[in-house]
DNA sequence: GCCGTTTTCGGCCCGACTGTTTTCAGTCG
């Protein structure tokens, strides 16, 4: 069982006693927990094994007994008790905006409603409306969240949620008497994926900018609007796909901007712990101001709030609460890598495989960007369906590569490939041919159904082999669409640490792994780490913008990311390693 | 269910908005 499927199972046992009535203390205590294994470094098969579990602040006798069962045994009885008591109708009936655990659990001891279906006939017939609790209106919201759920009811992407939130924002920002405006929630701190907007705007007079706010364009429709806070569900084409999203607009004071800026800027997990901290300090923290009876501390900007809580600036990519509070506190909080640390890119496409610009193409594309190399890592000979390259065209493009480098000036083009992982977890070039290349990015693009086992033991084969330099995208997934295969990552970051290997972050927003929590973890174990865009057309190279984030939630600094050596230095240690494979 | 130099019981972050209410519970972030 992974990480991820306990925390699952946590998360379950929390929503089910939420759904039961159980003490919203008790029920915590399980998304907690759940949060907690999720972001667990390590192996925690292992830690159960050391019983080192309960050593986890928030995981108590009760919880480490539970996860034990689960981790050894592969299920649960306690769950599956609670899960056979109650009906997994209830559980999708949360899902709608306004239902929340006792509502459901009302309409289900009242009108014995355990599906979505029979809860749609019930508000059709107005019997809803006639209970205790509830009212016409409530009815009426309920038919529009199950018509809702379908169109928007579910996470978007940050390529394409970034630019309706900054289409939205620039509107906002025109508008008579705003002072400052930002976006805010997940999206500020850059998450691969976002399930609403959050906008604050200061201003001494919120009620025309919420009047102007509902206005807009993009604006669908208008779910609630008070005097400082509306929420509405916008929508707009990006790259031919239509985004729709619900769009939350806050106004506050110029004063409690900062404060707003912080709280709505998340997560809830690191406010909780800010607050606390406040709380230590005979202060209370909210988004109005960091004050008590007598006194109230005033803050300009988010810095002051963290300085007069004793803690340097948190950017907001570190704001998981995954320990950025206590690297604060130790002085020891990474200065992140930026987009202007990055010198050059490994893993991209030509018309050679499938991509749709030419060798020289791509690298005046990549000059443009600044960068001083373009690492050309087409597709190998198996992969048939993207055109990979039989090893005789291999040795065309190469003396393509010295032909155009002969005359480029400023950008230099690197010899590599995207290698395919076989099923075995051979190569699928001869070493021969794996030799002549500068560099090898190794990559799995087939039988993505193996087993756990089988999966982690063909990557790891692979990473053994002293040709490799990098792991291309670790598990194959594809945000929103597909689960990654099934692979062990602690075991593969294990062997790509032993090996001396780099790994990739493909900065495919669509993809976007090695995800955030390795990366933080890779980097514990020294693996150096490539920012990669993947780029199949020039326009594409530009996504590795989307990789720096990833980096950046990942704790990583300029010195972690191997392409942020410039030209010379990246050619040495290229050939450094060629010259010395650790096996 | 967790946690403890105020502790092994009694707390556990906090405010806006909505709808169904005559003072507040539930939901949301």
Redesign the pocket.
Known sequence: MTKDDVADALDEIGTLLELKGE?T??T???H??ARLIQQLPGDLAQMVADGKL?E?????????L?ITTLVTTGNLP?LEDLRASIPAGLVKM?R???????????LHDLLNIDSIEKLKAACESGEV?KQ??????????ILEGIAYIDQVGHRVRIDLALPLGQALLEQIRTFPGVIRAELC?SLRRRKETV??L?ILVSSANAQPIMDAFVKIPEVIQV?????????VVAGLHVHGTKVTL?A?L?VVEDTQYPFALHY?T?S?EH??RM??R??DRGL?????ALANETRSVPCKDEADIFAALDLPYIQPELREDTGEIEAGELKKLPALVADSDIRGVFHNHTTYSDGTASLEEMALAAKKLGFEYFGVGDHSQSLTIARGLPSNVVRKQWAEIDRVNAKLDGVRILKGSEVDILEDGSLDYTDELLAGFEYVVASVHSHFGMTEAEMTARVCKALSHPAVTMLGHATGRLLLKREGYKINLDEVLKVAAKHGKMIEINAQPSRLDLDWKYVKQAKAMGIPIVINPDAHSTGELALYTFGVQVARRGWLTKDDVFNTRGLADVMKELARRKQNPIV
């Open positions: 003490n203390f008790r915590n205590a399980y907690n927990a309960a986890v602040r928030g995981i108590g006798e009760a919880l480490a539970k306690y949360l709608l905006p306004g239902l929340g655990p006792k509502k459901v659990k009302a409306a205790k609790g509830f009212g016409a209106k409530t009815q009426t919201r929630g399930a609403d959050d779910l609630g609007q008070g005097p400082t806070k509306s929420s619900q939350d806050r709505f998340g809830k406010n909780i607050r606390q406040a709380i209370s923290l909210n988004e109005y």
